[in-house]
């Protein structure tokens, strides 16, 4: 299947440092969503992104979708306690309305106080 | 409405043994799907439905069944458990909307399983 990749693996920081993670995709891809999952959670939903060059803020966080469409990232600035998880992009399958998600690896991030 | 529900929460099982994890939804959705995500691995699609009757095939589907006799249900089934399917496995679900407007996918809480 399609496979997107996810780097950092991992990301250690202090609180009110900034932090980025970033997915990368051979392929031009339609949209890419983000997720954040908690310790112990369920992933949850943040964004969809679909136009290149796309940005999209929410709150402390910052969204964007390659030119190219083949990569994006999330970028969280002055990170928090409450940012810990591990966040996941997700594409879409390829040439499929009904398609597949597929996700990353993730990024887990930790902050420390 | 409580999104999507799953039972049990946690589960131990022995080597051979079979189970049904559940997995309800009260949305509405056309699109299930079942995940099991392992440690550095993130989230490996299972198998997966786009409306009741229809079942597909993810990209680890080996010894796991599924079948969707109602919009609201996708059950999991393990013929014969495997210490290699120690795991978490999470349902989901979303809209289909052929990429016109946001397909959020809502994910229930997990099941944590343990094969000894």
């Known amino acids: 299947g399609q496979q997107v990749m996810q780097i950092p693996q991992y990301q250690h920081v202090q609180e009110g440092e900034d932090f980025t993670t970033y997915c990368n995709s051979s392929?031009?891809?339609?949209?890419i969503q983000w997720y954040k999952q908690r310790p112990g959670g369920h992933p949850v939903f943040l964004i969809q992104l679909v136009k290149s060059g796309e940005v999209k803020k929410q709150k402390r966080l910052t969204f964007q979708f390659g030119e190219a469409k083949k990569n994006s990232s999330l970028h969280i600035t002055a990170t928090q306690t409450t940012d810990v998880g591990t966040y996941f992009c997700a594409i879409r399958e390829r040439g499929s309305t009904l398609g597949r998600l597929y996700f990353g690896r993730g990024t887990q991030l930790t902050v420390w106080p | 409405n409580a999104g999507v529900t799953q039972t049990p929460k946690f589960q131990v099982l022995k080597t051979g043994q079979s189970m049904t994890l559940q997995c309800a939804q009260d949305?509405?959705?056309?699109?299930m799907s079942w995940y099991r995500q392992d440690p550095g691995m993130g989230l490996r699609l299972i198998h997966y439905s786009v409306g009741a009757g229809i079942t597909d095939q993810g990209e680890v589907p080996n010894g796991y069944n599924v079948s969707r006799s109602t919009t609201e249900d996708f059950p999991l089934r393990l013929l014969s458990a495997a210490p290699s399917q120690t795991s978490v496995y999470f349902c989901?679900?979303?809209?289909?909307?052929?990429?016109?407007?946001?397909?959020?996918?809502?994910f229930g809480p997990g099941t944590r399983l343990t094969v000894l």
């Open positions: 949305m509405n959705h056309e699109y």
């Open positions: 989901a679900s979303r809209q289909t909307s052929g990429g016109l407007y946001t397909d959020t996918q809502y």
């Open positions: 392929t031009t891809l339609s949209n």
